[in-house]
């Protein structure tokens, strides 16, 4: 595609349950990364992949959050267990891979934890 | 200490006018510098980048930076209403696949 899509666009979910979140980033980028992002602060990093491995996930908060990018193509976030404070906008970005490259944003996914 | 930090606003600004935007950063090793703006409710989309000290022109956006300062800002010409949004200032590394670090972000209000 065009862009970076993400999917769900908006999930609801119970404190407890476990939730998938996906992100397809632009054909070709090899870089991809996840963001989150709370109302009035700026996105904070949570995880970079180059190709298949995660290259950095300093940012994950605490063993709950997981992710993965089987085929160094697209990538799922899992958070297990959710907490209300998981509320937030997922992000999404790729980026072709060289140093200081552009990143460019998804959609974003809007995770509610009632 | 917030390693980006940027006034959160709001800017309110007259149509037309020139709205200027600032941000100063903490890391002397960063080496690239970017401009989102957000809408309400939608994701960060790119604007501006910039790598070298002084300034970047893009149509109505100047970007200049400031290296020995720490210090990048965002000047929009001849605002108008529809870049009223939040400008997010982004600061990375010099290591391929450095990820962003963000400031809060200035709302921008432009007035008809």
């Not at chain 2, 010099?94 to 963000?102: E, I, K, P, S, V």
Request: with cysteine; aromatic share 10%; glycine share 12%.
């Amino acid at each position: 595609g065009a862009g970076v899509s993400q999917t769900p666009s908006n999930k609801v979910t119970e404190k407890g349950k476990y939730v998938e979140l996906r992100c397809d980033p632009i054909s070709g980028h090899t870089a991809l990364y996840w963001y989150r992002q709370s109302l009035g602060q700026g996105p904070e990093f949570l995880i970079y992949f180059q190709g298949t491995g995660a290259a950095d996930d300093s940012g994950l908060p605490n063993d709950r959050f997981f992710a993965v990018r089987p085929e160094g193509s697209v990538s799922t976030l899992k958070i297990q267990r959710t907490e209300r404070g998981d509320s937030a906008m997922y992000l999404c970005a790729s980026s072709p891979g060289l140093a200081g490259g552009s990143q460019y944003f998804g959609p974003g996914t809007r995770l509610t934890v009632t | 200490q917030k390693e980006v930090e940027q006034n959160s606003g709001p800017l309110s600004v007259p149509e037309g006018a020139i709205a200027s935007l600032n941000c100063t950063y903490s890391d002397r090793g960063s080496q690239s510098f970017f401009w989102y703006r957000q809408y309400s409710g939608k994701s960060p989309e790119l604007i501006m980048f910039i790598y070298s000290n002084g300034d970047k022109e893009d149509g109505r956006f100047t970007a200049q930076l400031n290296k020995a300062s720490q210090y990048v800002s965002l000047l929009i010409r001849d605002s108008q209403p529809s870049d009223s949004a939040t400008y997010l200032c982004a600061v990375q590394g010099d290591r391929a696949g450095n990820m962003l670090t963000f400031g809060g972000g200035t709302r921008l209000m432009v007035k008809p």
